[in-house]
């Protein structure tokens, strides 16, 4: 399902966890969610507001008036704006053996590379969580595994305010420089993205459906999404 229209960021996080949700039970089937939200912070679920000494700079946050977030997955704080494209892969257990968390980065990470490839940028997968083109991050992902499902999601800098965001992330020492797709493919757009990522797919062999979340997708993500208002998002000030 790709959802441009639906930028919030509060709502797309709580639609993150209600398509888990309804995969997991089987009220919907393996779905890929392409979405974007407004310019914002998204911290991972282990993580804490450090300052200039964590994962991202509290103060300036503050100051610029970006709102931080918290998502289900560990890992990390990304910085989302209009120019990030959001990739999500929920996929139903088939069995009790549970990929390990690597492998499910490896062949998710693979194939939006391969995707990217499409487009003719040089994109490859780099473990243990990243997709990167000529030494340059391009996207980072975290994963979720539920009873009955797993979800690997991941961002994907297209043509993100990169000033901004480094600025205000704090990546680990061993974190190679961000860069967007427009940095060697000036024209490229985010609907082109998406648009190679479904053919990619369509190649692998998947059948896919283009669609909006379900009527119970929705409601659970209402739900959700004032629990998280309640308790884990977090305003700078």
Known sequence: MFTPEIRDPLFNLAMERAVLDAVSRGKSGDTVRLWINTRCLVMGSSGKRRGLYGWYDADLAAKLGVKVYKRMTGGGVVYHDEGNLNWSFFIRKRSSTVP?????????????????????????????????????????MAAYISRNAVLVHGTLLVSTNLDELNRLCIPPPDSPPVANITDWLKDVTISDVVESIEKTLRRLGFVLRRSYPSPWEVE??????????NSIVLYTM
């Open 100 to 140: 390990s968390v690597a492998a499910l980065f490896r062949e998710a990470g693979s194939i939006i590379a391969e995707s990217l490839r499409g487009l003719r940028l040089d994109a490859y997968f780099s473990p243990p969580n990243r997709i990167e083109c000529n030494g340059h991050k391009i996207s980072g």
């Open 220 to 229: 659970r993500a209402k739900a959700l999404a004032v629990d998280l208002y």
